[in-house]
């Protein structure tokens, strides 16, 4: 059993004993790449303990899913890992764009860096006003490629600090929503290619052995596919059947996902 801990204020903490921590393994592997991706375990731990998790799908629903449990017995995977890890992921790509703060308005370098990526080199075709009152007043080519120089400079300059990728927020600037479900669909699915990066690099996974007349896929973007189904992120039934749909989300929505910080896994 966890430890639980009650504070004076009514609040509730559960920290995992060594059979769940065993349990939280891949979910561990997942997070060691994120700079406080050392947290994010234990508050998921805590979350899923004080019922904050309201997932679609069940511990039981996953583990009686053959062709997902199929597929990680393929690849030598321990399904109750897994389990947690993917509820793990569910919980993190839910908080990724709901009541969290959008990056990019507060960074002066990505901000910078969008802008010039989206003017290129050649300046010919770019137009530059500036309005005074109820005037619009034009910019000579001349002027405008001094601005632009300048625009590059200050990039430079946030480069050579170091800070062209810091972003500043107060807590209360966490109040930004982006209520579309193939941004989560997509996180989601590069969260889970992440967790197979990292059991791969740790070797923690198999190479699956095709048996004669067996139905089993082991195509990953597939079992991908019928996770964000479970999800519900998707009511598309083609997704259960076919990697074709979510590689159609990933490539359309490559570059267009909101650069957000959530306030639970900061």
Known sequence: MSTKI????????????????????????????????GYYPYRFFNRMCN?????????????????????????????????????????????????????KSRSHGMLLRELLGKLGDDMGDVTIQIRKGRKNLDVHPMIKRDMIDALH???????????DNLFAYRSEDFKADYPV????????????????????????????KRRKGSLVSYNRMLLFARIVYMFRYTDNPAFLDSDDPLKGIMKDYRGKIPQTLSAIYD
Do not use: H
């Open 6 to 37: 009650e504070y004076e204020d009514g609040s509730v903490y559960f920290e995992p004993e060594p059979s769940e921590t065993e349990n939280l393994e891949y979910v561990y592997l997942l997070c060691d790449d994120y700079e406080n991706g």
């Open 51 to 103: 019922g904050l998790i309201k997932a679609p799908f069940s511990r039981l629903q996953f583990m009686n899913n053959d062709e997902i449990v199929s597929t990680l017995e393929g690849y030598e995977l321990d399904a109750e890992k897994f389990w947690m890890a993917v509820l793990f992921i569910y919980d993190w790509a839910e908080n990724q764009f709901v009541k969290c703060v959008d990056i």
């Open 153 to 163: 400079a200050k990039l430079e300059e946030l480069k050579r600090k170091g800070a």
């Open 181 to 208: 479900l193939s941004y989560k669909m997509y996180f989601a699915t590069e969260r889970l290619r992440e967790l197979f990066a990292a059991l791969e690099r740790c070797r923690r996974i198999g190479k699956p």
